[in-house]
């Protein structure tokens, strides 16, 4: 219908988004068209993120400056852990298992490479954890960078297998993926 044609283009919009099909798409729009100071609210929420969350310059996460409070802390354990996504961060600071840093790996090219060595160093740490969800590709990435950090002196550990392979961590319950990092062993 071109009558409703911006109503659509939010439809669309919101249908680009993860885990959000054509039925909830419609119910959202709907909802803002009928209540226009839900949309407004959500409008302001969506420019605050815009404008104020970036990448952390040394670890990757999600922050509101260029060094994120994690990063910042002095007093956390030497270890790192390796993530997928800044996601997975939020999760394992949930489960109140783990005191040490983060290093969000998105992909893995030379740069990248280069910063995990510079907050390895930076943060002076003596253990790295890989905190992958397990599957065949994590293993292998993780055998790449174990490759590529051995000169560095540190420890290799992984997560252990309470968390199911292929189940991302968002789906994971709180306790199992503590006993995870709790329960990790040397690789
Ligand atoms: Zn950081």
Same mark, same amino acid.
């Given at each position: ?53 970036? =990448? ?7 922050? =509101?400056? @260029?060094?994120? %409070? ?17 996601? /997975? ?19 893995? %090219? ?15 740490? @003596? @253990? ?17 960078? @174990? ?25 994971? /319950? ?14």
């Amino acid at each position: 219908m071109k009558d409703l044609q911006s109503l659509n283009r939010l439809i669309e919009a919101f249908e680009e988004l993860p885990s959000i099909g054509k039925k909830s798409a419609t119910r959202l729009a709907i909802s803002i068209a009928k209540d226009k100071f839900k949309a407004l609210k959500l409008i302001n929420a969506i420019e605050d993120v815009v404008a104020n969350i970036k =990448e952390c310059e040394i670890c990757g996460n999600f922050s =509101e400056h @260029e060094i994120c %409070d994690i990063c910042s802390d002095e007093h956390r354990d030497k270890t790192l852990a390796v993530v997928e996504n800044s996601k /997975d961060i939020i999760t394992i600071e949930e489960s109140g298992s783990y005191k040490g840093y983060y290093f969000v790996l998105t992909h893995i %090219d030379d740069e990248i490479i280069e910063k995990l060595k510079n907050i390895i160093r930076e943060k002076k740490i @003596e @253990e790295l954890i890989f905190a992958f969800p397990p599957s065949v590709e994590s293993e292998a990435r993780s055998l790449y960078i @174990e490759d590529k950090l051995k000169d560095l002196n540190i420890e290799f550990t992984q997560i252990a297998q309470g968390v199911p392979t292929g189940v991302h961590f968002e789906n994971v /319950d709180v306790n199992s993926l503590a006993k995870a990092i709790k329960q990790r062993f040397k690789l």
